[in-house]
């Protein structure tokens, strides 16, 4: 039992920002005088739109969207978009190449197949996903009809350090775990995905950001729910979207925007990464699952060598109130899940109690 807010590390649904619970709870049997709460609201409602506008807006400015791409609200997790892409972009020419670099763009990948021609470009399998692919390793077909690759690979605890150059081919890119991570340039891409349970909001909404000129050749067996023209000419509203998350979006845009923006907010998980990174370099016990430059800033993986002290650390970690600390079961070991909402001070506690843990386990 815990009676105050503990260190939640989990990769997903993760924690959310204090400010942004604390609104949400405030608001939460009236918002705004309007003597409803927001999960009551009709989604076509004056006061409902207001407040989809202005999520919208906030996701413009916080990601600095340009007017060629439109961000949209869906459902259905990233997952869904593992079909969703290759029924609305592999029509033009039939084939896409994938990176695997890890288990979702590994899924993403064989979902795709089942759509058209897909080229594995790059995969990492050979080394247990621990390092992320040079441009030049990359096997890129001209008449792609995009390249997907996940930039930040949340069982591996990799990243990408740079984006992909595919010359014309689109690029699409899973961003489930470090989306608002980090300041990106939304130009370069064709499409961006990712399920909001990491860095924006509970689970059920998915964000997707379209270059609208990509829209429109979808097979013609794509579902109407599944159709980006679809959803970009009803503003994500064919049907009733998930409007409390969408809400809670804005709301965490809006502290984003109080952290400094993107750059702050990038800033501040590097600092917080380099204490965890820094400790795993120097320690006898623990070690870093992926190479110097690959590593993640969100998900750090590492490892004892030892599967009883793996699973000793990680059940003592919770007792006192650090939790979700075990690896993906494909990776073992621990997993540190260290999103924006994560407060420096959690990663301080982590660190603290690792050189415990390795005094003890010497
Ligand atoms: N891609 C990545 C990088 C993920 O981390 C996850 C889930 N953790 C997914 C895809 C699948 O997301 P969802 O559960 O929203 O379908």
Redesign the pocket.
């Known amino acids: 039992m815990f009676t105050e807010r503990i260190y939640n590390f989990s990769?997903?649904p993760s924690i959310l920002p204090v400010p942004v619970l604390e609104q949400a709870a405030a608001e939460l049997l009236n918002f705004g005088g309007t003597g409803t709460s927001v999960m009551e609201m009709s989604h076509r409602s004056k006061d409902f739109l207001a407040i989809f506008e202005e999520t919208k807006a906030l996701l413009k400015e916080v990601l600095g969207i340009p007017e060629t791409h439109e961000p949209l609200f869906l459902q259905?997790?990233?997952?869904?978009q593992f079909a969703m892409i290759p029924l609305n972009l592999i029509g033009t020419t039939g084939k896409a190449d994938y990176a695997v670099t890890?288990s979702?763009s590994n899924?993403?990948m064989k979902e795709a197949k089942k759509y058209g021609d897909i080229h594995v470009a790059a995969t990492t399998a050979d080394k247990n996903h621990t390092y992320i692919p040079k441009q030049s390793d990359l096997d890129l077909r001209p008449d792609a009809a995009y390249f997907h690759y996940?930039d930040?690979?949340?069982?591996f605890g990799t990243a990408w350090d740079y984006i992909p150059e595919t010359g014309n081919v689109p690029l699409v890119c899973?961003m489930?775990?470090n989306i608002l991570s980090k300041p990106i340039d939304v130009s370069k891409f064709g499409l961006i995905y990712a399920?909001a349970?990491?860095n924006m909001a509970p689970?059920g909404l998915?964000v997707v950001i379209i270059d609208k000129s990509l829209a429109g050749n979808e097979l013609p067996i794509t579902p109407t729910m599944l159709s980006y023209q679809t959803m970009i000419d009803k503003d994500s509203m064919h049907n009733t979207p998930s409007t409390y998350n969408i809400y809670i979006l804005g709301l965490v845009l809006k502290w984003i925007k109080s952290q400094g923006g993107l750059v702050g907010m990038e800033k501040q998980n590097i600092e917080k990464a380099k204490v965890l990174y820094d400790y795993l370099d120097e320690s006898a016990l623990f070690k870093a699952a992926a190479v110097p430059a690959a590593r993640s800033i969100m998900n750090v993986t590492f490892v004892t060598g030892n599967e009883d002290l793996d699973a000793a650390f990680a059940k003592e970690a919770a007792a006192k109130g650090m939790i979700n600390l075990k690896g993906h079961r494909s990776v073992g070991g621990m997993r540190a899940s260290m999103y924006n909402a994560m407060p420096k001070a959690g990663i301080d506690a982590l660190v603290a109690f690792m050189k415990e843990f390795e005094a003890r386990n010497k």
């Open positions: 990769a997903g259905g997790g990233a997952w869904t890890g979702f899924l993403a996940c930040n690979n949340t069982i899973d489930s775990s399920g349970q990491k689970s998915t």
